[in-house]
């Protein structure tokens, strides 16, 4: 399990994103701080493997909090940025700080899903022994030369609102059910909402990478059913 720890001086943002995390599998939240004095402390403590970050805290900036962690003086700790902060200096002391990523307030749960997803992947490729570069192109979001990222195909655009690796994560769930899904199946499966994963179904519909045919019930309209079409890319 990967264990990490909220900060947010918001009681209430925190347990969102308590809850958020915790229905990613793999995850497990081993505590909350709502200062950066009190973050520094519960890292210490709890020694978690991931910290989830807010920039604005009333005693220690998040940016100062990242750099103290990050310092060598403690425990090793990743640290993820969720702040409403969106000003290029601190966004750049985030990166140089090492942040593993910045996610900005309002998002989207799928969001928050992908970016941990992705951190998963590259604890996976970095405990492992020695990485391909493959392994290390995904470590640091670098397709393949001359490949699309995953869950696109080459030379074409996501539309507005999606991302590859939300459509590599409704693919794989598509082709690994062997059946047809729903769209309320497929966003059980991938952690996305109803409605979005419906999104990214629709877009390989449009694609020809899945068809779509209708199940007629009792009442109500016909519900919409998706199957991956094989050997496409």
Excluded: N
Excluded at 8 to 18: E, G, I, L, P, S
Excluded at 85 to 107: C, N, Q, S
């Amino acid at each position: 399990m990967i264990r990490t720890l909220v900060v947010d001086d918001d009681f209430m943002v925190a347990q969102v994103h308590r809850r958020m995390v915790e229905r990613v599998a793999g995850f497990t939240v081993v505590g909350e701080a709502r200062t950066g004095a009190e973050a520094l402390e519960r890292v210490r403590e709890l020694r978690p493997d991931l910290v989830l970050l807010d920039v604005y805290l009333p005693d220690i900036g998040g940016t100062e909090v990242l750099r103290r962690l990050r310092s060598g003086d403690g425990p090793p700790v990743d640290v993820l940025m969720i702040t409403a902060a969106r000003d290029a200096e601190t966004v750049r002391r985030a990166l140089h700080g090492g942040a593993v990523h910045y996610i900005v307030k309002p998002f989207a749960p799928e969001t928050l899903h992908e970016r941990l997803l992705r951190y998963q992947e590259a604890r996976g490729v970095l405990e492992g022994g020695e990485a391909a570069q493959e392994d290390l192109d995904r470590v640091f979001g670098a397709p393949r030369s001359g490949q699309a990222p995953p869950g696109q195909a080459k030379g074409a655009a996501m539309p507005k609102g999606l991302t590859p690796e939300s459509a590599a994560l409704v693919r794989s769930e598509l082709e690994k059910a062997g059946a047809d899904l729903s769209a309320s199946e497929c966003a059980a499966l991938t952690g996305l909402s109803r409605v979005s994963a419906r999104r990214y179904l629709e877009h390989f519909v449009q694609e020809g990478r899945a068809v779509v045919r209708l199940k007629y019930g009792t009442a109500g309209r016909p519900e919409r059913r998706y199957h991956w079409v094989p050997g496409t890319e």
